[in-house]
């Protein structure tokens, strides 16, 4: 049987035959704004929700940032499901917890990431979030994060996890964009302009008639399609 992991978006779940394939990883591509953060954390919220854990590596907002940014949307990310890698506060000097990580030592951060992995699986771990992995382009050679991303998704999808890989648009030249791409699974093409949002399915494992694409709202409940 083909297991599924929904996306927290019905329709979108129906296009892809009840969500997104359980042990992929796939890229959300798009530029800063554009609702890729969003879509990660209505993830992770309808994943606690069907009582999955999640792992939340973070590069650009410290743990108690994004949780007070999903509260707007009244989500809670509770201690008891979803871990935080925290790979930004670092930079601050007040570190949050103990997994707070510097990116650039890779060693520590698959550390990190085996010890939560390790601390979840009991608890249904089922989702894992890297928002957003361009940032370690600023602090690792790109060989070294792609070798890295590689590794990672491949073990994680070994413990049964759904990835959500963001990337920042225009970050990344062509060979290091089809590199990522041969590691993952599929692509997510986020587009906003000032009157539309939309992001557009161009590559997915185990679909075809691509691309797919939905405008979509961020209202005071999540994203909204505009169906």
């Not at 670092?90 to 997994?99: L, N, P």
């Not at 600023?138 to 590794?151: A, G, Y």
């Not at 539309?196 to 909204?224: A, C």
Request: with cysteine; hydrophobic share 40%.
């Amino acid at each position: 049987m083909v297991m599924r992991i929904s996306t927290g978006l019905k329709e979108l779940d129906e296009k892809l035959g009840g969500g997104f394939l359980e042990r992929t990883a796939i890229l959300l591509q798009g530029p800063p704004g554009s609702g890729k953060s969003t879509f990660c954390n209505q993830f992770v919220y309808y994943g606690i929700c069907a009582d999955e854990a999640c792992i939340y590596v973070t590069f650009n907002a410290s743990p108690n940032e994004i949780k007070n940014s999903v509260g707007v949307f009244g989500w809670e990310f509770s201690e008891e499901k979803v871990i935080f890698i925290d790979a930004y506060s670092w930079q601050t000097g007040i570190k949050e917890g103990k997994y707070c990580v510097n990116p650039a030592d890779l060693t520590n951060f698959t550390i990190k990431l085996t010890k939560a992995v390790s601390e979840l699986q009991k608890k249904n771990l089922k989702r894992v979030v890297f928002d957003s992995f361009s940032t370690m382009f600023l602090f690792v050679p790109k060989d070294l994060c792609l070798r890295f991303l590689s590794m990672v998704t491949a073990k994680l999808k070994a413990f049964g996890t759904t990835q959500l890989i963001v990337i920042e648009e225009g970050m990344h030249d062509q060979a290091t964009l089809t590199a990522m791409n041969m590691i993952t699974d599929g692509t997510i093409k986020f587009l906003s302009t000032q009157d539309i949002k939309r992001f557009e399915i161009v590559r997915m494992k185990g679909l075809g008639n691509l691309p797919i694409g939905f405008n979509f709202k961020i209202t005071d409940s999540g994203i909204r399609l505009v169906v």
